[in-house]
């Protein structure tokens, strides 16, 4: 593994000493213990993410809500998938599996083959070469792009928090922050649980699949009447150049959320949803799309990993909205985030022991937050709160 990484061609590495400090504590704070070891590239390269290496000086230029370490290894990922002969195909597992089926997004469902690739030594050569002959790409990426993972995992957590909000009846919803709008249709995946249950559709070949840690409580698929989202900069699928930035936003070791994720991008295109999805900011986006819904339902908004990228005077403005909204109809909050990411929303405590590194599945309803499960951000598991 080298220990001084190359140095980009063009790019002035002194600058501001606190802000490479700053960007170089969110690289060593990205990954979780448990995504470090999931992940090996990605925790190497955040470790030699250092205030003077590349990967610090890539993200320099951007504005400061732009300094992210996953927005950079979304655009060297988007740079992979987009270019066939680019040296990352040899490092990155997605890439390789991406041109093995001649980049197309709408290839029938297939099992993907891992290929081994580069060593990991290897592989972090590549990363870097790639970062200092590209870094104008890079940058341009990095500036112009937000990142847009909309993880369809996180369909399974919503779903069944759906159902419980909807107590049997049909719902309406709007999805805040919802990117391509994936996770609108998750009554539309094949979401199984390790228990034996099943949720959504046994036909599509979207498969979800969710570790319970803790009995689960009895649930079914809502029936969803009405459905809307609301993004700053929504993905739209039709386009091959933007759903490919979706694919770019996933982790290019993780080949089989990345196929998942296309799998759902070639639903939505065969599919053309009738949802409508806003451009705009969520909150000052969602009365009217409350006004809009249909007002002989439920109505359930939620979010995903969307509140842990506002400010915290944003965060406590959504929560207020959210409550001033509920006193004039009938309003579920549902939300899937990090408690320490979401102080402005006064997220409420777990009965039973706080696991590490899980997001909490939230519901507020008539001003009462309860905690209905722990989870994985990406719903790989699930542990449902004593009692719900």
């Not at 593994?1 to 590495?13: A, I």
């Not at 740079?79 to 001649?102: G, K, M, N, V």
């Not at 091959?240 to 070791?253: K, S, T, V």
């Not at 579920?332 to 405590?349: A, F, K, T």
Request: charged share 20%; net charge negative.
């Amino acid at each position: 593994m080298r220990s001084t990484p190359c140095c980009p061609p063009t790019t002035e590495l002194v600058k501001n000493r606190d802000t490479q400090r700053q960007i170089a504590e969110r690289f060593a704070s990205f990954l979780t213990p448990e995504e470090r070891e999931r992940h090996p590239l990605y925790a190497a390269l955040c470790q030699l993410a250092t205030p003077t290496s590349p990967l610090v000086a890539a993200l320099l230029d951007a504005s400061p809500a732009q300094r992210r370490p996953n927005l950079l290894f979304a655009a060297l990922h988007d740079l992979s998938l987009s270019e066939p002969s680019s040296p990352l195909r040899q490092a990155y597992p997605t890439a390789a599996w991406f041109h093995s089926l001649r980049g197309d997004l709408d290839a029938p469902a297939a099992e993907p083959s891992i290929d081994p690739g580069a060593d990991l030594a290897t592989s972090i050569d590549i990363v870097f070469e790639v970062l200092g002959a590209q870094h104008h790409q890079v940058a341009e990426l990095v500036a112009t792009r937000s990142t847009q993972t909309n993880e369809v995992g996180r369909s399974s957590p919503l779903l069944a928090g759906l159902s419980l909000a909807s107590r049997g009846e049909a719902i309406s919803l709007i999805d805040l922050g919802c990117s391509a709008g994936l996770n609108l249709a998750a009554d539309h995946y094949d979401i199984s649980w390790s228990d034996g249950s099943h949720l959504g559709d046994t036909a599509s070949d979207v498969h979800i699949d969710t570790e319970l840690r803790a009995v689960a409580p009895d649930v079914s698929t809502p029936e969803i009447v009405w459905r809307a989202g609301v993004d700053l900069s929504p993905i739209d699928l039709a386009d091959d150049a933007e759903a490919r930035w979706l694919l770019a936003c996933q982790w290019p070791d993780d080949l089989p959320r990345f196929e998942r994720t296309r799998r759902a991008i070639g639903a939505w295109r065969r599919s053309a949803p009738d949802h409508q999805i806003l451009r705009g900011d969520l909150v000052s986006s969602l009365p009217d799309l409350v006004d809009a819904a249909p007002s002989d339902t439920r109505l359930v908004v939620h979010h995903s990993w969307v509140a842990a990228y506002l400010e915290l005077d944003e965060q406590r403005s959504l929560a207020a909205l959210l409550r001033r909204l509920a006193h004039s109809r009938p309003l579920s909050w549902l939300y899937l985030e990090h408690p320490s990411e979401v102080p402005g929303l006064d997220p409420p405590r777990c009965i039973g022991t706080r696991l590490r590194g899980s997001s909490l599945l939230v519901l507020e309803e008539d001003g009462t937050a309860v905690v209905l499960a722990q989870g994985q951000p990406h719903g790989t598991w699930l542990s449902f709160e004593p009692g719900v």
